[in-house]
C-alpha cells in the first residue's frame, strides 16, 4: 500500500494507477477525503460503524479503469480488510486527509507527498515530516520561485532516509488536463508538460522497480492516449 499525503494529488493518482492499470496490474484508490477530485457514484458521508472485508467489496466502485472506494475514514475499516484486499490488489493507493490516522499509513511501505508550494504546504510538510519522512516528494506548480532541492529538503524534520524531490513549474496545458480529467469520462494525458511527465514516471520507476523503465514508459504513453 502506497499512502498519498498532501493537496493537488488526485490527477497525479490517476495517471500512476492507470499506466500500472495498462500493465495489467490491479488497482484500487481507497480515497477518505470528503470534498473529492476524483468524481465517483457513491455517497458522501463518512462510515459510524466497523466495515468487515465484505462490505468495503461491495462499495467498491470500478471508476475510470479503476477500482475506487471514496467517502469513508479508513479507520472505520476492520484491519483484516486491508489484508485481504492486499491479496486481491497489486497496488493500493490511499489517499488521506490532513489529520490522517497513523494506524493505517504506518501500514504502507512508502509514502508520497505530493502537493504545490503555498506556504501552508510547506508548513505541513514539516508537521508530516514529524512523524514519517516522504519517499518521494513531488512539488507542482512553481511560479517565478528558485526552489532547490536542498531547500526542500531542509523542511524536513526527520531525516532517516534518502527523500527524492521532484520540481515541476507551473504549466497552462498541465492545468488543463488536470481541470479536463476530472469532469471527462476518459482521462488522457499525453501531451504534459515534459517536467510533469518526467516526474511522474520518476514516481511510477520507485513504485513497480520489478518492471523495466521502457516498459513503465511505453504504458505510460499508451494510457496517456486514454486508449
Known amino acids: 500500500m502506497i499512502a498519498f499525503v498532501g493537496n493537488e494529488t488526485s490527477d ?19 480515497d477518505e477525503m470528503r470534498r473529492e477530485t476524483i468524481p465517483c457514484f457513491l455517497e458522501d458521508g463518512y462510515a459510524t460503524d466497523q466495515y468487515k472485508y465484505e462490505d468495503v467489496k461491495k462499495s467498491i466502485e470500478q471508476h475510470r479503469e479503476i477500482d475506487y472506494l471514496f467517502g469513508y475514514k479508513l479507520s472505520s475499516f476492520d484491519s483484516s480488510c486491508f489484508e485481504k484486499l492486499k491479496e486481491e490488489y497489486d497496488d493500493i493507493f490511499l489517499r488521506v486527509e490532513r489529520e490522517y490516522d497513523e494506524t493505517w499509513v504506518s501500514h504502507c511501505k512508502s509514502m508520497l507527498f505530493l502537493s504545490d508550494l503555498q506556504k501552508d504546504s510547506v508548513e505541513y510538510l514539516k508537521i508530516i515530516s514529524e512523524i514519517r519522512q516522504p519517499d518521494i516528494i513531488l512539488l507542482r506548480n512553481i511560479i517565478n520561485c528558485k526552489i ?17 524531490i521532484i520540481l515541476v513549474p507551473y504549466r497552462k496545458k498541465d ?19 515534459s517536467k510533469l511527465r518526467r ?27 486514454g486508449i
Not at 532547490?148 to 527524492?164: A, G, N, S
Not at 469520462?185 to 508538460?193: A, D, E, P, W
Open 148 to 164: 532547490k532541492p536542498k531547500y526542500v529538503l531542509r523542511q524536513l524534520r526527520k531525516k532517516e532516509k534518502q527523500t527524492k
Open 175 to 193: 492545468r488543463r488536463y488536470q481541470i479536463e480529467n476530472q469532469y471527462n469520462h476518459m482521462v488522457r494525458f499525453n501531451k504534459l508538460s
Open 12 to 30: 497525479i493518482m490517476l495517471y500512476l494507477a492507470i499506466t500500472l492499470k495498462q500493465q495489467k496490474r490491479r488497482v484500487l484508490i481507497l
Open 199 to 225: 516526474g511522474i514516471l520518476e514516481i511510477l520507476y520507485f513504485l513497480v522497480p520489478e518492471l523495466e523503465k521502457k516498459e513503465i514508459k511505453k504504458a505510460f504513453e499508451v494510457a496517456g492516449k
